[in-house]
Nanobody, 118 residues
Framework: VQLVESGGGLVQAGGSLRLSCAAS????????MGWYRQAPGKQRELVAA????????NYADSVKGRFTISRDNAKNTMYLQMNSLKPEDTAVYYC????????????WGQGTQVTVSS
């Protein structure tokens, strides 16, 4: 499975960005996808996750009400709509695809930089 993120950039506080993650390859065993982020000097953290059918989502407390995760299975693409961005949202955002039943199936994208200026 290959994951390619896009949509990062520089935005002012209060602005919006939408990240995309396009998946290719053998995705049949993937049943959960998520967005993680890593700020300088900090550990990578889960931002949001979504199951394959899109019926279940999970968000970090810090982004609830501001970020929305979604996926288009027909396009094998996942999105993260980020609104009301804050400087503390600045990080490299990574796309992840995994199987809940097979821990060996765990894939990462290359990351996309999001910078929020105050």
């Amino acid at each position: 499975v290959q994951l390619v993120e896009s949509g990062g950039g520089l935005v002012q506080a209060g602005g919006s960005l939408r990240l995309s993650c396009a998946a290719s390859g053998s995705t049949i065993s993937i049943n959960v996808m998520g967005w993680y982020r890593q700020a300088p000097g900090k550990q990578r953290e889960l931002v949001a996750a979504i199951t394959s059918g899109g019926g279940s989502t999970n968000y970090a407390d810090s982004v609830k009400g501001r970020f929305t995760i979604s996926r288009d299975n027909a396009k094998n693409t996942m999105y993260l709509q980020m609104n009301s961005l804050k400087p503390e949202d600045t990080a490299v955002y990574y796309c992840n695809a995994a199987s809940l039943s097979d821990k060996t199936l765990d894939y990462w994208g290359q990351g996309t930089q999001v910078t929020v200026s105050s």
